[in-house]
Structures are given as C-alpha cells and as structure tokens.
C-alpha cells in the first residue's frame, strides 16, 4: 500500500504538469503585462472598418443593457462573449472579442445607425487576452468551460502549494533552507503590500 509521502510527492507532481499551461500563460501574459513597451506598447493592429448600415432597436434605461446587447449582436450575426456600456444617453457600445480580435459596434440611437469595425490581435495582445478572459459571464459554452478550467487550475494551484508545504515540512533536512525561502517570499510580498 503507497505511504502518504507518496501519495503527496505524485498529487504534487502530476497537479504540477496539469498546471503547467495555466501557469506558463499566467507567467507570459503578466510579463508582457508589465512590459508592454517592449511588446509595441499593448496595441493591437489597426482598426478595419466592417460595416455602417441603418438599424433600429429601442433601447431604454429600464432594460437590460446586456440582453439589448446580445439581441443587437443576435442581429448582426456576431454573437459571443461581449462587454456592453452606455458612454452616452445616445450611443450603445459593444465590444465582442475573441482571442483573435475584437469587434467595436457603436449603436447610435439619434441616427438609428450602427457602426461596426474589426481589430486583429499580435501575438502579445492574443497572450494578454487569455489573462483577463471572461467567463461565467458570457453566453457561449465554451465561455463558460473557459471559467469552469480556471476554477478548476486555482483550486489546483491551492492544493499544489499545500502538498508542496508538506513535502518540504516531511524533510527536516531542509526546512531551514525551505523557511528562508517561504520567509523570503511572504516579507517581499507583505513590504509590496504595504509600500504601494
């Protein structure tokens, strides 16, 4: 029968490789993050234009704007994961995105006019977007499996440390080596913390 030791050391190593790409795309996104100078300053490409037609839908404060929304994309073919604002009492904002790019349409309620255009992500931009994706939120499936897997890599991050803190307690020849290192990580976050 496996002692608990080695129950802990395969839980650690095989969480270890499930997080693998969760944790790299973590890494690379909050690199470019912090860098996005050396990445061409966070932009995307340009701006293509994809249509201006007519288009009417009353839009009032009571509704909902994300149901409003859905519909306008419903409309116009372009369902999917979306934020939706209101800049203006005249104009609804949608932005439907994907990890490839994203499409802005403005509604503008005055001229009974919708506009829409098209912006293709770099590869740092396709990185970042992975970082700050939506989930629950949004209508699709896939959306919601997106969240589902990041619930599922955080609650797998929590039990990787805690198998890691066993390991490392479980080897007392260690554990000065081991302290300096979690002492060392819990004080530069605590003075972060308490600096900015």
């Known amino acids: 029968m496996p002692t608990f030791d080695k129950i802990n050391r395969r839980t650690h190593l095989y969480l270890g490789l499930f997080l693998l790409p969760w944790l790299t795309m973590y890494g690379l996104s909050s690199f470019i993050v912090i860098h996005q100078s050396w990445f061409g300053g966070g932009q995307a490409l340009a701006w293509e234009p994809l249509f201006e037609r007519e288009y009417h839908r009353p839009v009032s404060d009571t509704e909902d704007l994300r149901a409003t929304a859905q519909e306008i994309l419903k409309d116009n073919n372009l369902q999917g994961a979306f934020w939706v604002d209101k800049p203006n009492p005249d104009t609804v904002h949608i932005d439907r995105f994907t990890f490839r790019g994203s499409t802005s349409l403005n509604y503008s309620l005055k001229e009974q006019k919708l506009r829409a255009k098209h912006q293709r992500m770099k590869l740092p931009q396709f990185v970042m977007r992975m970082h700050f994706r939506g989930g629950y939120g949004q209508p699709t499936f896939w959306d919601k499996f997106w969240g589902f897997l990041v619930d599922l890599a955080c609650v797998t991050i929590i039990i ?17 080596w081991g302290a300096i290192a979690l002492g060392s990580g819990i004080l530069s976050f605590l003075l972060l913390i308490w600096t900015l």
Do not use: F, H, V
């Open 160 to 176: 990787w440390i805690a198998s890691g803190l066993i390991m490392w307690w479980r080897l007392p020849r260690l554990r000065a």
